[in-house]
């Protein structure tokens, strides 16, 4: 069982930073593959980044590809995103999830984290 806490969200300008964090208890981090989604109002929630188990694969929506990094530390049970470059249509609720599935669909992931709202103003 995995149990994510996601942080790091916030209002930011257009063109600015922000960095999220998803952090993970439970002892099946290091072999669970790990992934962002986001949903804006009124919209479905759509796929952002996935990472593998190790950190060696990594996979992006056309929509973020080159502003958005996906990254993770095992040792410390946290998966994060780096988010550069922002835009306005950037601004939603991102969601952690992690499942055993390297996988860009929402319905493979087994863990959900209860998401960060990301606004960025024009």
């Known amino acids: 069982q995995v149990q994510l806490v996601e942080s790091g969200g916030g209002l930011v300008q257009a063109g600015g930073s922000l960095r999220l964090s998803c952090a993970a208890s439970?002892?099946?981090?290091?072999?669970?593959?790990m992934a962002w989604f986001r949903q804006a109002p009124g919209k479905e929630r759509e796929f952002v980044a996935v990472?593998?188990?190790?950190?060696?694969?990594?996979g992006y929506a056309d929509a973020v590809k080159g502003r958005f990094t996906i990254s993770r530390d095992n040792a410390k049970n946290t998966v994060y995103l780096q988010m550069n470059s922002l835009k306005p249509e950037d601004t939603a609720v991102y969601y952690c999830?992690?499942?055993?599935?390297?996988?860009?669909?929402?319905?493979?992931?087994?863990?959900w984290g209860q998401g960060t709202q990301v606004t960025v103003s024009s």
């Open positions: 439970g002892r099946t981090f290091s072999t669970t593959h």
């Open positions: 990472i593998s188990s190790r950190g060696g694969s990594t």
């Open positions: 999830a992690g499942g055993p599935y390297f996988s860009a669909r929402a319905d493979s992931a087994q863990y």
